[in-house]
Each structure stands twice: as C-alpha cells, then as structure tokens.
C-alpha cells in the first residue's frame, strides 16, 4: 500500500525557516510528480509545490514563490518543502501528495506548521 | 487565476441523494479534469473522484462525478451518517482546489 509520512513542523517566528519532510513507501517513488499542499485553520485546501518525477522541474504557488523550495531525493524516497521568510499567513497543516489521474490520489497525515511572533 | 466556487454547505437526511457542486469557467472546468476529495473530520484529504467521474478503487458506486461546461458535480445516494465530512473539488489547470462544502447527514 501506498504510504507518505510527513514529518518536520513546528512553531516558528516570522521571518525564520523550516524544513518539512515526507517518506515514501509501498511505490516507485522515481515515477511520480509529488506536490506539497496546506491547509490554514478552518479553511480550504491550496496547492503550494509541485516537482517532476526526475527532479528537474518545479511549479509554486504565487504566494510562496522564491520562498519556498520543493526537492526531492529519489534514492531516500523521500519529499521536502524548505520554507524561508516565513509569514503568519504560512500557519497551516502541510500535506505532501502523490499525482496520479490528473489528481492527488495518496496523502500524508499531514504536519503542522505555526508561524507566530 | 481560476476560482472554483463551491456551496458552503449541503445536508440531507440517511438515505438520501445529495449533490454538490463546483462552478468555474469553461477554461478551468471545461477544458480540464476534475477531481473529488473527502476530508473526514481530523484527517487527511482522500480520493474519490478522478478524471471527472472515475473512481479509484475502494470507492464505492454511491460516489459519482460528472461536468458540464462549466460545472462539476458530485453525487452522493444512499447517505450515511459516516459520509459527515468536507468535499473539496479540484482541477488540474494550475491544480486549484474549490473551498469545500461541508456534508451534514441530518
């Protein structure tokens, strides 16, 4: 079975960093697109990152572009999400997902992010 | 940027059908797959449509999709008090998700 922990919240002043992570199992990491996305307290969910199987390319969100950076290491099956220059309005629970169908078909638990002074 | 609009929320009684839906425009909608997701309270979001109408399995027949030009609609028959959660629709044009309809199985 497909499984994706996430991991590597916490609470942070604005301005500073974070490094979420998300493990892969039960697939072939290598042949798919993962995307990060988060969800604000009480609200909706928004798409934040995506990255190609192999790594070589990357889509952001407006709101966090060149903030945020998504990579991948397909030999650790592993996802990441580096958040710089954090903002208040960051605070959310980041799930990480797997692309397949032209949908998220597998989603971690989820790890939550606060940003607060 | 394409907005999807979705009804804040929908209830019906065990039993019954309800549908939600999702509005855009024939760009984002129209031109694009939609798919469904089910958030249980305190959990994780999970599949339940794909491809407009397909089904990953596991998800049973009770859960359909379909689109119009500029609608997509989720229906859900025969209604249980384990179906309670939020519905999100999204589309793969810039992978914008709806805000979510809220489920009340009254």
């Known amino acids: 079975d497909v499984q994706l922990v996430n991991s590597g919240g916490g609470l942070v002043r604005p301005g500073g960093s974070l490094r979420l992570s998300c493990a892969a199992s039960?697939?072939?990491?290598?042949?798919?697109?993962m995307s990060w996305v988060r969800q604000a307290p009480g609200k909706g969910l928004e798409w934040v990152a995506t990255i190609k199987p192999d790594g070589s390319q990357t889509d952001y969100v407006d709101s966090v572009k060149g903030r945020f950076t998504i990579s991948r290491d397909n030999i650790k099956n592993s996802l990441y999400l580096q958040m710089n220059s954090l903002r208040v309005e960051d605070t959310a629970m980041y799930y990480c997902?797997?692309?397949?169908?032209?949908?998220?078909?597998?989603w971690g638990q989820g790890t939550l992010v606060t940003v607060s002074p | 940027q394409s907005v999807l609009t979705q009804p804040p929320s929908v209830s019906a009684a065990p039993g019954q059908k309800v549908t939600i839906s999702c509005s855009g425009s024939i760009s984002s909608i129209g031109n694009n797959y939609v798919s469904w997701y089910q958030q249980l309270p305190g959990t994780a979001p999970k599949l339940l449509i794909h491809e407009n109408d397909k089904r990953p399995s596991g998800i049973p027949d009770r859960f359909s999709g379909s689109k119009s030009a500029t609608t997509a609609t989720l229906s859900i028959t025969g209604l249980q008090t384990g179906d309670e959660a939020d519905y999100y629709c999204g589309t793969w044009d810039r992978k914008i998700l709806g805000g979510g309809t809220k489920l009340t199985v009254l």
């Open positions: 997902a797997r692309e397949k169908w032209a949908s998220f078909d597998s």
């Open positions: 039960g697939y072939i990491f290598g042949d798919y697109w």
